[in-house]
């Protein structure tokens, strides 16, 4: 399978600022995250009605999901199949979603997307001070996605989304408490062990601004010649 993606941009004497940021989401920014979401693959299991003229034409179409960038769009090319009816197929997330928009396909959902597994992480995320592993870096971002375009393909799928939604708060509420702690004892560093792009993103911009605050508190608390001295 070879995937070719061309980047268009609508403002061409912005092209440098375009190209950093995409830069950036490739190396993992925060703010990137559901750039990087849409390169996951994903199982489904084609229907008798799509077959094999799936793989023609509908990856000529931009995906209905769009990305969080008013001036970037991602157009995928390449061809995929064929695809046998009742087979389960690989493909990326965003393709997936888009097939069983049309009644193309049924969605395969992980397999940590089960009520007794989730029940397990919620209970021991509440158990544990610092954070636990996640099934997956984007369990968040699935969630809505599966649930929004797929809950027919989800046994329970509202107690599903109860339990993800209860873990989420658990996470942030440690997550606000570790910011206040961090900011109280006028922390330099800090360490986001097991926490995702998603979750550090509803944090970054108080912490940065934060610590940015403290920085000029501290330079102007300082006397002159040892600013200068640090400064040298």
């Not at 209905?64 to 493909?91: A, T």
């Not at 989730?118 to 209970?123: S, T």
């Not at 702690?181 to 911009?205: C, P, Y």
Request: proline share 7%.
């Amino acid at each position: 399978m070879h995937w070719e993606r061309s980047l268009l941009l609508l403002k061409g004497e912005e092209q440098k600022v375009y190209e950093q940021e995409l830069w950036e989401a490739r190396e993992g920014n925060s703010d990137a995250t559901q750039f990087r979401l849409f390169k996951i693959p994903w199982k489904f299991i084609p229907s008798r009605r799509g077959r094999d003229q799936m793989s023609r034409g509908v990856l000529r179409h931009p995906s209905p999901l769009q990305l969080p960038y008013s001036h970037l769009q991602l157009i995928f090319q390449g061809d995929l199949g064929p695809f046998n009816p009742g087979l389960p197929v690989e493909v990326p997330v965003w393709l997936a979603i888009n097939l069983k928009q049309r009644q193309k396909c049924r969605l395969i959902p992980p397999e940590w997307m089960d009520v007794e597994k989730l029940e397990e992480i919620r209970d021991q995320e509440r158990k544990e001070d610092t954070f636990t592993p996640m099934p997956s870096p984007y369990y968040m971002e699935l969630t809505k996605l599966l649930l929004n375009y797929a809950s027919d393909n989800i046994p329970k799928a509202d107690e599903i989304r109860t339990l993800v939604k209860d873990t989420w708060d658990t996470r942030m509420a440690k997550l606000r408490l570790s910011a206040d702690s961090f900011v109280r004892q006028q922390e330099a560093h800090a360490k986001l062990d097991n926490l995702t792009l998603m979750e550090i993103n509803t944090i970054g911009t108080f912490l940065t601004q934060a610590l940015d605050h403290m920085y000029k508190l501290r330079t102007n608390l300082q006397p002159s010649g040892s600013t200068e001295s640090q400064d040298f």
